[in-house]
């Protein structure tokens, strides 16, 4: 998408709703370099939301839409559940359409935008619960990756199905008693990343949503990676508090507690060759342009 | 709602392509009614299976997502061959029904036209996908190449999967021949992608009876197609990114349960079923009307569609032997239902007969829902799970309805 695209028509940039007129006029959209830091000083891609307070998923989707390379092109997939309430507030177009299907609606989406504008980079980005990505969807999203196909999956891993009330998923943990699991989980958390790395995925992440900076980053690797290589996966846990018993600023220190040395959340990274590759030379490009920047702007003062 | 239409009016196809313009394998983008009624037409002796490919060669599809099952497959794979040759931009093969029909609305999503083939048990396995497809107003066309429905197994041929079709939001065409298929795939896309309808399309025929079985078919010259699909005529927005992206909802209508929310879906799957209405205008004017007429003035009447009106055609020169004279009404769109016409055409009829190759006899009961008296329809003679249904089954049938004496039943079954 140009940016002229949401430029306002004079006439009519009275009447627009606030949260619009702000949208144009300070959004993050063709911005090189845009990421969670731009969070406070532009606007969020993201109005507001519909989630409880305190909830982990607001912030990760906070720190996503910050962190996408292109949102001015770039669509969302997403599946039933918690997330279906937030991206009607999102400044990205995405889809809704079934529970479990997302990543098939993906991969015929993908395929299309690249048929469509072959000189055009779209990103397509599931972004789905974990009920949507490995119970009823667990065949598409396996499936999708085995085809190779070039978009990112996201995962929002609440360990439970947390919209129809604090059921069992297979991401719960073993022994966890929920809903429709009276006696407690009987089996292990479905090992997803490595059920990503083994699909064919040529870049996984698993972490929480504890540290900006780090989902910034695995947000920024998947997209690239999807671009040029494959299949991405990212797996972010995002607690659901009130189905496992927290109040609601206990969130990020029940994700803090996840992710130290012997926690069901350690980051880890599963990256190809190639995938490794390309991050670092991305890296590397970055590095250098933003030096220039920093040395064009210090030498703008001095003259 | 269904009121008499001019058939005069000549549908209009998008025209973001310019007419004569030529595509990437030389063949010239064409007006529908050009392709049909201004070009000459050759015959060919072919399979149903060939004929779809045919239709899908002159149809300017973007994208076409296959799955085995038969008696689809061969279909399927003959559009792969189509890929192959450069004549649509994807093509792949996916991992159930339900997923294809995903990938289908994937691709129709970002703003391709799209067509997918399926059967019997692969329809009902994909059905979730159909009212989303709907009530995101989706122009996607599927050929349902119609199969007996489990259990037991059974991939004859049978039509009791158009019954599961008829309330999903969708257009729902049944072909009586291969001819009749050709015509409606190429016609099917052009009514379903009017802006002002804008709904998906089931092309229905039946398993094997058309599909393996050769006939022969006038067919426009491969050196003509349709103009593509227009994204940007949808009266929803396509998901690609080139539209300002607009904040859908403060409110996420699962969020709140109140009455503005159930009026918000209500209001727009009346819209889904008003759009399924407004295709009459179009398709009267490409299909010369939803449904054929033969002596329709005579006391007795056959009403039917799909190939029990060809078994219908031979079973009344039987009777016309015998000196009874038997009408016949071929209906060609299930939804939108001929409700007006079917109540003009059997008017004066005493008996109404409705031969279906399903167990359950919906088209029957359809008829009986919108006209008066109807206990002067008969339901069948109908058979199921791949029995055919011979000429003679029909005419004895007939005769016995009427209290006359038949000969043999010996080649029932």
Known sequence: ?303 | MNKPVSTEKRIIASKHVELGQKNAKGQTYTDINDIFYNSEQKPVFFTGSEVIKEAIRRSSVGTSVAYPITPQSEAAALIGELYAEGYLDEYFRGESEFAVMGQCAGAAFGGHRVFTTTAGPGTLRAMENFPMWAGSRLPIQVCVTCRGVNSPLSIQPDTLEMHYLLETGMLVWHAETAQDLFDFILKGFIVAEQPDVHVPIATCCDGFFVTHTKDTVQLPSEDLCLTPYDPYKSPVTVMDMESAPIRMMRDPFVMKSNYISYATHASWQQEVHAAVERSRKHTIALLGGLIDEINTDREILIVSSGTAVSQSREAIRLLEQEGIKVGLVKIKTIRPFPTEEIRQVTKNAKHIFVPEFNVAGWLAREIKAIIPDNDRVYVGPHVAGGMTMPSEVIRDEIKQHLGMKVDTLGSRG
């Open chain 1, 1 to 303: 998408m140009s940016k002229e695209k949401i430029q306002l028509c004079d006439e009519f940039a009275d009447i627009m709703p606030p949260e619009y007129q702000e949208l144009v006029e300070n959004a993050t959209y063709g911005k090189q370099d845009r990421g969670w830091k731009d969070i406070g000083s532009s606007k969020e891609l993201i109005e507001q939301h519909s989630l409880c307070a305190g909830c982990p998923e607001s912030i990760a989707f906070r720190y996503i839409l910050a962190s996408l390379p292109a949102p001015e092109d770039t669509v969302f997939v997403g599946s039933t559940g918690c997330t279906s309430l937030v991206f009607p507030h999102v400044a990205v177009q995405n889809i809704h359409s079934l529970f479990g299907n997302q990543n098939a609606i993906a991969s015929g989406l993908k395929r299309t935008l690249k048929a469509r504008f072959p000189d055009v980079e779209k990103d397509v980005v599931v972004l789905a619960g974990d009920g949507a990505t490995v119970d009823i969807g667990l065949d598409m999203t396996m499936q999708s990756w085995f085809r190779q196909e070039k978009f990112t999956t996201i995962c929002f891993d609440n360990e439970l199905y947390a919209n129809t009330g604090g059921q069992e998923s297979g991401l719960m943990q073993k022994g966890f008693v929920a809903k429709m699991a009276p006696k407690g989980k009987s089996f292990d958390k479905v090992r997803l990343a490595e059920i990503a790395r083994e699909a064919g995925c040529a870049y996984v992440a698993m972490l929480t949503v504890s540290k900006p900076n780090r989902v910034e980053e695995a947000i920024k690797n998947a997209v690239y990676v999807a671009r040029e290589i494959g299949p991405t996966f990212v797996q972010l846990y995002t607690p659901c508090i009130l189905e496992i018993g927290k109040q609601s600023m206990e969130g990020l220190d029940e994700m803090k507690d996840s992710e130290t040395i012997g926690g069901r959340f350690v980051q880890k990274e599963f990256v190809t060759e190639e995938a490794q590759k390309l991050i670092d030379s991305i890296k590397a490009e970055t590095k250098v342009r933003k030096k220039a920047a920093k040395e064009a702007a210090k030498a703008a003062k001095v003259g």
